[in-house]
């Protein structure tokens, strides 16, 4: 018995000094080590490359680490494939972009990754440096369009979490041809007012959440493009801005469909739009079906219930056909609070391809503390439950 004992004593010890070896032998990449001046002004570019090649190189799990400090970088692309399918890219500082935007205006992207497997952005803050380029599109100059302050194409397995997003030149946060990535604590940060600075922006991807995030910006919270498909969204405030918005779609007359989109426990304050799909009003071979919309609280928001398929922002140039995109199954559950207009309901579908399927459940949302109105063209489903206003369905 008391070799037994012996034995298994034996047989902990050994299990403890190996998981303490493997933890200790995680490969460990310290920007400081390659380089990079927590400062904020000295480039720091190359440093965090070098650390990330050294991470991507490595066959066992491995960590690109920031300490605080605040890092210059100019536009950086972090590539795979790698060797290792578990990079973890922690931040504890602030990332810095350049002031003068036309350093990185033209870029497309400010921080990218792509081609990647398995890697996690933790922590830290995304300093865009985006004023001055929103100052120069308000003024009419001629401006570069900006670049996106994070962005993962073509990757699979991805979280971030917990990274604070600060003035976008253009979108936050854009995931692009990707599969199975997790979006959690995420908080964007920009003006109401600065231009195209989506929070969010998912596209051509399957299997993205988007769980307890808090979004302050100038145009969609989370925006939904075409070829998104198994998309749940859940405890996110908006606002100030544009909403939650499927598309806009149809763009293009070849256009992949978005379809089985969960959107619940979401707060909009404020903002231009609550739950949104919209559309251009041109031929299109695009979808939009197996929507659920649940739980969301609209406080003082202009639009609260929409469906645009006559999409035109500032009626400029519009196509003024009648849209190709097919909207179908969409339901509306337990959507309560306030319209900051008489219209809290609009569904103005396409005559060609009118909206089907579109089911009201307890809706109740009013305009100066009496019924709002709801307005209805080529939509067809039906009520059930309290829904104020009363339905034009």
Same mark, same amino acid.
């Given at each position: 018995?008391?070799k &037994? ?29 390659f380089?990079?001046q927590?400062?904020g002004k ?6 965090f490359? #070098? #650390?990330?090649t +050294? #991470? ?5 799990p491995?960590t ?8 210059f970088?100019? $536009?950086?692309?972090?590539?795979g494939?790698?060797?290792n399918n ?11 972009a350049p ?10 992207n400010?921080?990218?990754? &792509?081609?990647?497997? *398995?890697?996690?952005?933790? *922590? ?6 985006g004023p ?8 009419? =100059? ?7 302050s994070?962005?993962?194409?073509? /990757?699979?397995?991805?979280?971030i ?13 854009? @995931?692009?041809? !990707?599969? =199975? ?16 600075t989506?929070g ?6 399957s299997g ?12 969609d919270?989370?925006? @939904? ?9 859940e405890?996110? #405030? ?8 499927i598309? /806009?779609?149809?763009?293009d ?13 979401v ?21 939009? +079906? =197996? ?5 969301? @609280?609209?406080? $003082?928001?202009? $639009? ?12 400029? $140039?519009?196509p003024?056909?009648?849209s ?6 969409v ?6 609070g306030t ?13 060609? =391809?009118? !909206?089907?399927?579109?089911?009201l ?13 709801a307005?209805?063209?080529?939509a ?5 439950? @309290?829904v104020?206003? /009363? /339905?034009?369905?």
């Open positions: 018995m008391a &037994q004992q012996s034995f298994s004593l034996v047989l902990v010890i050994l299990v403890i000094l190996f998981t303490t070896s493997s933890s200790a032998n995680a490969a460990q990449y310290n920007v400081l080590t380089g990079a927590p400062d000295t480039d720091s570019t190359k440093a490359l #070098a #650390a990330w +050294r #991470a991507c190189e490595s066959i066992k491995a690109v680490y920031a300490p605080p400090g605040r890092f970088l100019l $536009n950086v692309v972090f590539q494939p790698c060797k578990a990079i973890l890219v922690r931040v504890d500082g602030t990332l810095v002031s003068d935007y036309r350093l990185t205006g033209n870029a497309g400010w921080i990218f990754f &792509q081609y990647v497997n *398995g890697v996690t952005v933790s *922590g830290g803050v995304l300093d865009g440096q001055g380029l929103w100052a120069c599109k308000a003024s009419g =100059n001629n401006c570069p369009s900006g670049a996106t994070l962005g993962f194409s073509n /990757s699979n397995n991805i979280v979490s917990g990274l604070t997003s600060l003035n976008s030149q253009l979108y936050h946060i854009v @995931i692009n041809g !990707c599969q =199975n990535v997790k979006v959690q604590g995420v908080t964007v940060s920009a003006s109401g007012h600065s231009p195209n989506d969010i922006h998912v596209q051509l991807s993205v959440t988007i769980l307890n995030s808090r979004i302050r910006t100038g145009d919270c989370v925006s @939904i493009g075409a070829g998104t498909t198994n998309l749940w969204i405890k996110v #405030a908006c606002g100030p801005g544009h909403g939650i918005s598309g /806009s779609l149809g763009k007359l070849q256009e992949p469909g978005v379809q089985n989109v969960t959107v619940k426990s707060a909009f304050t404020g903002t231009q739009n609550g739950l949104r799909i919209k559309s251009w009003g041109r031929p299109s071979s695009g979808f939009a +079906r =197996n929507i659920l919309f649940q739980h969301a @609280i609209m406080t $003082n928001v202009q $639009n609260p219930m929409v469906i645009d398929q006559n999409y035109c922002p500032d009626n400029n $140039n519009c003024g056909q009648e190709g995109v097919k909207i179908s199954d339901t509306y559950q337990d959507i309560h319209s900051a207009t008489q219209v809290a309901v609009k569904f103005d579908c396409s005559k060609k =391809n009118p !909206c089907t399927g579109i089911k459940e307890n809706v109740k949302l009013t305009y100066m503390n009496q019924p709002a109105d307005s209805c063209n080529n067809d489903g039906n009520a059930s439950g @309290i104020l206003p /009363s /339905s034009c369905l």
